[in-house]
Every structure is written in structure tokens, then in C-alpha cells.
């Protein structure tokens, strides 16, 4: 079965980048997206179909997708954006999650 | 605006069938290419799809779970329900339901709040 990869945890200082990646085989020939998760709330679409985002979502948050990985950029790190994110792609009829990332703001 | 609900017991007995049924208001399950899919998360751990039905009655099952699922709608009520058989201690996690807004969309764009269920004799 198609399996997403992501690092546990990335820590990033407040106004700083952070970058999140979402590794799969040949995920770049698919649409991923990005959810964010903050504890005791359900989850929150902030890209969608590699690049877009939905209306409401801030400009700082951006994806993109090549080859094996796709990655959530969040530019000028606030620390309301410590949360949870999941990528998520669709592959042979089924939606993968992946593994999740735990995201800090020093 | 778009809401869904989700709705069922918090307590089920091992073997037992959990029965889960996701009320949304906003849009209409007869629409072309929309959808209602089901997620759960164990407490502490990642998401995992579990099934999604298409306004068309068109059903998708995860791999790993299809036998012990079943997804069905109500359209005149706007309800899906899922059913999962033989429930384990290990399937006891918050479970979401979420509208998908296009058949070619692949994401979930408006999640419900999340239902509890633990499994436990």
C-alpha cells in the first residue's frame, strides 16, 4: 500500500521558515495536500491540489510538489501556526495520510 | 455554511458493530461530485481514511479495512452512515466525518467536530 512519509517534528523560531515534507514514490505525479491540527480540534485543509490554498488561510502558508516530495512552506512563523500537519494524497481509489509533523514555535 | 456532525456511541464492546452517522447541512449529497468521507484518529496518533461515498452512491473502501466496512447515505435526510464489524480495543480513536467538494478533488475541504469512540469490554 502507497505509504506518506513525514519528520515528527520540526522547530522553528517565531517569524522564521518553516518547511514540512511528505515523502512517497512518485508523489509528484500526484495532487498532495496539507492539513494542520491543533490539539483538541479537528483538522484544517490550509493547501490544497499541491499549491492552493483555501479561502481564509493566510499568505504565509505554500506547497509544492516534485518528484518523490511534497513540502508545506509556512513563511514568517507565527505561534498560533504550533500545530499538527498531515499531508494527504489520493493513490489507486484510496486517500493516504501521512505520518504527521509536529511543528514548534520557539 | 457547510457543518457536519457526527453522531454514535462512545462505548462499544469488543466484536461489537459500531454504528456512526455523520448529519451535514449546507450542501446536498445529490450534487455532482460531492462527497462524504470518514477519518479517525487514535488518541495520539495520525489520521487514517477510512471510506468515502459520491453524491452518485459511488464507494470507496480503505484497503486494509474493507471488510469490515460499510458506507451508506440518506440523501433526504443528509446522512451517511458507516458501519465498521468486529470492533477491537485498537480501533478505539475520534472519528471525523468530512466533505469532499468534487469528484477529482481528492481532499477534504469542511471537517465535522469528531466523535469519540472507545472500545472496551
Known amino acids: 500500500s502507497y505509504e506518506l512519509t513525514q519528520p515528527p517534528s520540526v522547530s522553528v523560531s517565531p517569524g522564521q521558515t518553516a518547511s514540512i515534507t511528505c515523502s512517497g514514490d512518485?508523489?509528484?505525479?500526484?495532487?498532495a495536500c496539507w492539513y494542520q491540527q491543533k490539539p483538541g480540534q479537528s483538522p484544517v485543509l490550509v493547501i490544497y491540489q499541491d499549491s492552493k490554498r483555501p479561502s481564509g488561510i493566510p499568505e504565509r502558508f505554500s506547497g509544492s510538489n516534485s518528484g518523490n516530495t511534497a513540502t508545506l512552506t509556512i513563511s514568517g512563523t507565527q505561534a498560533m501556526d504550533e500545530a499538527d500537519y498531515y499531508c494527504q494524497a489520493w493513490d489507486s481509489s484510496a486517500y493516504v495520510f501521512g505520518t504527521g509533523t509536529k511543528v514548534t514555535v520557539l | 455554511q457547510i457543518t457536519l456532525k457526527e453522531s454514535g456511541p462512545t462505548l462499544v464492546k469488543p466484536t461489537q458493530t459500531l454504528t456512526l452517522t455523520c448529519t451535514f447541512s449546507?450542501?446536498?449529497?445529490?450534487?455532482?461530485?460531492?462527497?462524504v468521507g470518514w477519518i479517525r484518529q487514535p488518541p495520539g496518533k495520525a489520521l487514517e481514511w477510512l471510506a468515502l461515498i459520491y453524491w452518485d452512491d459511488d464507494k470507496r473502501y480503505s484497503p486494509s479495512l474493507k471488510s469490515r466496512l460499510t458506507i451508506t447515505k440518506d440523501t433526504s435526510k443528509n446522512q451517511v452512515v458507516l458501519t465498521m464489524t468486529n470492533m477491537d480495543p485498537v480501533d478505539t480513536a475520534t472519528y471525523y466525518c468530512a466533505h469532499s467538494p468534487c469528484g477529482s478533488c481528492r481532499f477534504f475541504d469542511y471537517w465535522g467536530q469528531g466523535t469519540l469512540v472507545t472500545v472496551s469490554s
Open positions: 512518485k508523489l509528484g505525479d500526484k495532487y
Open positions: 449546507g450542501f446536498s449529497l445529490s450534487t455532482s461530485g460531492v462527497g
